[in-house]
């Protein structure tokens, strides 16, 4: 097995590689002059079982870029099994038409991956699960529930804890939270009336006195969730804090969440962390490197990948 890293997050594959014990593949992706992609693998792959790590967030088309061409000059170089583990998946939110002569995206991305080279992949939380159907080769979409839940159940008082999802489309990934630590459900409905603005419209739940966790997949411009943390406020919530899986935190998404009523904000290291989010007081990381090690280890074993979810 061996574990090669492209440039979009290379402290999580170096923190997954240290998990198995293994050292980091040698190779060489870089510019040339015109920023066209190039990639050199440096050591013998024929044969082997490779585990290419790659979010594709921002740059979301120049990383893209650096996994497609890495995955051919894996392909080239006689990889026995090449898998794309791609922790934050770009484009997951187109994922159907919202409109007339729009397109799908997350189909095209996941027609672009396969086409490319590579035999499998490994994801983290999809925006949504019918993206599983896009792939013709098999997916492994891994869950950050067991990490949020382990980590909720270290700092949070049993009994005043209550889960919130920030919309109706987020109740099961909340549901599954807060089974795992016995805890009620909230939800807010919103209507949102363009792309990037939201706006709470009902609270379904009963928040007074409680210490609400708000559960979310994809944190990017987070109006949603300052929006549903001042709602939660104003109904009686204790604290109001943030367990959200891709911190993609665009435009000045950092200063909105440090201005909001969330006291505090924890995203995983799926996408390498920027300058002011790592300087942010509210906003602390949560490395998903030791869940993604495991899933990798247990591909390579050929052993059951659900099981660690169970």
Request: glycine letters at 6%.
């Amino acid at each position: 097995m061996k574990v090669l890293s492209c440039n979009a997050n290379r402290p999580l594959a170096e923190a997954i590689a240290a998990y198995l014990k293994l050292e980091l593949t040698n190779a060489s992706i870089r510019r040339f002059a015109d920023m066209e992609v190039f990639v050199e693998i440096h050591e013998n792959v024929r044969g082997e079982d490779v585990f290419v790590v790659q979010p594709t967030s921002y740059p979301a088309n120049d990383n893209l870029m650096e996994l497609l061409v890495t995955l051919d000059a894996l392909k080239r170089g006689s990889a026995r099994r090449i898998t794309a583990v791609v922790p934050y998946f770009g484009y997951a939110r187109q994922d159907r038409k919202t409109g007339p002569r729009t397109p799908i995206s997350a189909k095209l991305v996941a027609n672009l991956i396969t086409s490319a080279g590579a035999d499998r992949v490994v994801t983290l939380d999809l925006h949504s699960g019918q993206i599983q159907g896009f792939f013709d080769i098999p997916l492994d979409n891994l869950y950050s529930a067991p990490v949020f839940s382990k980590d909720i159940q270290g700092r949070f008082e049993n009994g005043r804890t209550m889960v919130v999802s920030p919309d109706v489309g987020g109740v099961v990934r909340a549901r599954i939270i807060a089974k795992r630590i016995d805890a009620d459900l909230a939800i807010i409905d919103k209507r949102r009336e363009r792309a990037g603005v939201s706006e709470v419209m009902n609270i379904i739940g009963d928040v007074k006195g409680r210490d609400c966790i708000l559960i979310d997949d994809i944190v990017d411009s987070a109006g949603t969730l300052c929006n549903a943390a001042t709602a939660l406020i104003n109904a009686g919530a204790s604290s109001v804090s943030a367990y959200v899986t891709h911190g993609v935190l665009s435009g000045g998404a950092v200063a909105r969440v440090a201005s909001s009523p969330i006291q505090e904000m924890v995203i995983t290291d799926s996408i390498q962390a920027t300058e002011a989010v790592r300087l942010a007081a509210n906003i602390r990381p949560l490395s998903v490197a030791p869940l993604l090690a495991e899933a990798i280890q247990r591909i390579s074993d050929e052993q059951s990948v659900s099981s660690l979810f169970d």
